[in-house]
């Protein structure tokens, strides 16, 4: 449950601060801010007491965390506000790992036999036309493809492979009437 909290929280916040702050600063303030968090645990445990005023707590933040983005110490409060605080830290981790490669979608391109880097640098290029997004291309070679390519990108699967086209073909056959 508290993982589906977090990447809630952490979302939320990046829709808000990526027009402002650009995902690669969202995810190096994420990145040191846990740094700060971890080295300093006096500071989350202070953030964490239910024994401390609000503002206290705003004010701390305000004066330890003042070479943080304006956006993030806001969410900071937010999250004291909402006593939500005890998350930040899996919130760190998921924008991390989530973002961390900024917005380029992972690709998966099988192919029978190796291609020419012009030829990859093609596909790449026209797959990230048609998918609206930088791709960090990965290659594997299946023999059972017998020609050709598959890229998957996510749930979308671009499948130019013999074997495809066979099967196309097999089942048209199967429909035919002689």
């Known amino acids: 449950m508290n993982i589906i909290l977090s990447k809630r929280y952490a979302e ?18 994420f990145k ?8 300093n645990p006096e500071l989350k445990a202070f953030l964490e007491n239910y024994g401390i ?16 983005s304006r956006e993030l110490r806001d969410f900071l409060k937010y999250l004291v506000h909402k006593d939500r605080i005890s998350h930040i830290l899996e919130m760190c981790d998921y924008v991390r790992v989530t973002y961390a490669h900024g917005e380029a979608v992972d ?11 012009e030829l990859i640098q093609a596909i790449k290029d026209s797959a990230e036309r ?15 493809l017998l020609g050709g390519v598959r890229l998957t990108v996510g749930h979308l699967v671009f499948d130019g492979s013999v074997k ?13 009437r002689i």
């Not at 690709?107 to 880097?117: E, F, G, M, N, R």
């Not at 495809?164 to 035919?176: A, D, H, Q, W």
Request: glycine share 4%; hydrophobic share 40%; with cysteine.
């Open 107 to 117: 690709a998966l391109l099988k192919t029978s036999y190796p291609l020419d880097l």
């Open 130 to 144: 048609k998918c609206g997004k930088k791709l960090n291309l990965h290659i594997q070679y299946d023999g059972d």
């Open 32 to 39: 040191n801010l846990k740094f700060v968090l971890v080295q």
């Open 53 to 68: 005023l609000h503002k206290e707590k705003y004010d701390t933040i305000e004066s330890v965390l003042k070479d943080f």
């Open 164 to 176: 495809r086209r066979l099967e196309e073909l097999r089942e048209k056959l199967k429909t035919v």
């Open 12 to 29: 939320a916040f990046i829709s808000y601060a990526k027009p402002i702050l650009g995902l690669d600063e969202i995810v190096d303030e």
